[in-house]
């Protein structure tokens, strides 16, 4: 007997006009929005996991590591990048007492 694919969901949301006007030219919405939302779910922030803000613990991983990695443009895209500095062997590791 052949292996059942998974059932699909259905997921909804809502759209404005100009959103919804501009999905109406893509000849296939769902294939579109499927691997819209894909892209950005590889996008978004691995530290923050995409909302844009640290928690207490994080914040004190991100300012162990930023002490002595500075922030940089890249010549050929420039876009911002972790710079590294030190060779292997180093630790970034925060004390995790409370302050």
Same mark, same amino acid.
């Given at each position: #007997?052949?292996?059942? =694919?998974?059932?699909? &969901?259905?997921? &909804?949301?809502?759209? @404005?006009?100009?959103?919804?006007?501009?999905?109406r030219s893509v000849p296939n919405r769902s294939e579109f929005i =499927?691997?819209?939302?894909?892209?950005?779910?590889?996008?978004?922030?691995?530290? /923050?996991?995409? &909302?844009?803000?640290? &928690?207490?613990?994080? =914040?004190? *991983?991100?300012?162990? #590591?930023?002490? /002595? *990695?500075?922030?940089?443009?890249?010549? @050929?895209?420039?876009?911002?990048?972790?710079? /590294?500095?030190?060779?292997?062997? *180093?630790?970034?590791?925060?004390?995790?007492?409370? =302050?």
């Amino acid at each position: #007997m052949p292996a059942s =694919r998974p059932k699909e &969901t259905v997921v &909804t949301f809502k759209a @404005d006009p100009s959103l919804l006007a501009a999905l109406r030219s893509v000849p296939n919405r769902s294939e579109f929005i =499927r691997g819209a939302i894909l892209a950005a779910l590889g996008s978004f922030c691995p530290l /923050c996991g995409g &909302t844009g803000v640290l &928690t207490p613990n994080q =914040r004190r *991983h991100w300012e162990a #590591m930023a002490a /002595c *990695h500075p922030l940089q443009e890249c010549h @050929d895209c420039h876009e911002v990048h972790i710079v /590294c500095e030190h060779g292997e062997g *180093h630790n970034h590791q925060p004390s995790h007492k409370r =302050r």
